[in-house]
């Protein structure tokens, strides 16, 4: 099976150079549950798109700096794309970013948060189990780093996972789109040099709580053997 990964953002060249960038930490992550995968990567952020959805079997879009609503091209292009995915039936996954942005394709909403900062690790709880979600748990733990949030569901969108401060955590709309607030690839070691690594303004005290709450375990591998599993079915 061929995954196309439609890259919306990089890191800077220090925190790539020590952790890789967003395909490799996602090659990483999904080759830990499915051996056999092969990648392709558009660098959706630099205009590059493929040019139908049959070029990959399934894909995948990943993080990104940028907000979904920000006025630029290839956030729009993005957004056609994704919606011809649909039509077309292809398996997607969407994280962070990506998950935002196929919500906002599907007719929902997306905005900055009144709620601030969503850092550190997520603590979820899963609403419902679906044939793909094994090994099963009905918690699901991740590394997060957004302002974000999908405020407004789809009307398509089936809320899978979530928590107070974000309710639209995971989703799923019809057999073909599966889509993640939080970041499954980031390791901890990664969130924690990325929130000393720039000016973001968050507030002292939500950096604190952040720092703490990764010490928690997280269930990346878990969630990368749903993933596989979801583009399988």
């Not at 996972?161 to 995971?170: R, W």
């Amino acid at each position: 099976m061929k995954l196309g990964i439609l890259q919306c953002g990089s890191f800077t060249p220090e925190l790539a150079s020590e952790y890789g960038s967003y395909p490799e930490m996602i090659e990483t992550l999904l080759s830990s549950a499915w051996i056999e995968l092969e990648y392709a990567v558009y660098t959706c952020f630099e205009n590059q798109f493929p040019d139908s959805p049959d070029e990959c079997d399934t894909w995948l879009i990943s993080g990104s700096k940028h907000g979904v609503y920000d006025p630029l091209d290839w956030i729009a292009r993005l957004e056609d794309f994704v919606r011809d995915l649909y039509k077309a039936q292809k398996k997607t996954i969407g994280i962070c970013f990506g998950h935002q942005i196929m919500a906002q394709a599907m007719g929902g909403t997306v905005e900055k948060s009144d709620r601030g900062w969503g850092l550190g690790v997520a603590f979820n709880q899963v609403a419902q189990r679906k044939p793909w979600m094994e090994p099963w748990c009905d918690s699901m733990d991740l590394a997060c780093f957004h302002q974000d949030q999908v405020v407004v569901l789809p009307e398509d969108a089936e809320v899978l996972a979530g928590n107070l401060f974000c309710p639209y955590y995971m989703l799923q709309y019809g057999d073909c789109f599966l889509s993640i607030q939080g970041h499954p690839e980031f390791s901890l070691s990664f969130v924690r040099s990325l929130i000393g690594s720039q000016d973001f303004q968050i507030p002292p005290s939500r950096i604190r709580e952040a720092l703490i709450s990764l010490h928690a375990p997280v269930d990346s591998g878990r969630v990368a053997r749903w993933v596989v599993k979801f583009l399988a079915l």
